[in-house]
Antibody, heavy 117, light 107 residues
């Protein structure tokens, strides 16, 4: 079955760190470009980061310099390392796999990150 | 950054109604405009990509049109399962921005 399963969310204090994982099944992460998208409680969707097939990356300005996207090909897993977390980073984080024309065709179930003291 | 403005922000409609949601970009994005449906507590679901191509398994009552900066999502004959929030999104260039969403509620 082709799917994405995120994990690693939880409660963290402001300034803390967290690493989210996204295990892919049914396809190879390294041959696809993958993104993270987040959604704050009661708010809309916000694109966070992309990791391209060639290993290049890009980030939203709101997380640039604090978040790092990466992958482990041997585990077919996508990660996002989140440092210097802020209250405004509180959100459900989704792992996505783009399809044709870059549309986010596949989504994981999401993992909740709460940044609070 | 490319900004997407959806209208309306919310609407009330009845079963069987025709519903139209618009999405305007602040610069041309060619046809790299996608539409998603999201229900409470669930991940978004891709409905339409590249302006007008229906994702596999999406009912034909959903359609999309437009080009450049102005785009439209239309749902003909609204069904109970269509009450949800809809987002447009551009995949033309990073940051891959989303519209603010349109909540479709039951009248």
């Amino acid at each position: 079955e082709v799917q994405l399963v995120e994990s690693g969310g939880g409660l963290v204090q402001p300034g803390g760190s967290l690493r989210l994982s996204c295990v892919a099944s049914g396809f190879t992460v390294s041959t696809n470009y993958m993104s993270w998208v987040r959604q704050a409680p009661g708010k809309g969707l916000e694109w966070v980061s992309v990791l391209y097939n060639d290993g290049s990356t890009d980030y939203a300005d709101s997380v640039r310099g604090r978040f790092t996207i990466s992958r482990d090909n041997s585990k077919n897993t996508l990660f996002i390392q989140m440092n210097s977390l802020r209250i405004e980073d509180t959100a459900v984080y989704y792992c996505t796999r783009p399809g044709a024309y870059g549309a986010f065709a596949m989504w994981g179930q999401g993992t909740m990150v709460i940044v609070s003291s | 950054d490319i900004q997407l403005t959806q209208s309306p922000s919310s609407l009330s409609a009845s079963i069987g109604d025709r519903v139209t949601i618009t999405c305007r970009a602040n610069q041309s994005i060619s046809n790299y405009l996608n539409w998603y449906q999201q229900k409470p507590g669930k991940a978004p679901k891709l409905l339409i990509y590249h302006t007008s191509t229906l994702q596999n398994g999406v009912p034909s009552r959903f359609s999309g049109s437009g080009s450049g900066t102005d785009f439209t999502l239309t749902v003909t004959r609204l069904q109970p399962e269509d009450f949800a929030t809809y987002y447009c999104q551009q995949s033309y260039r990073t940051p891959f921005t989303f519209g603010q969403g349109t909540q479709v509620e039951i009248k």
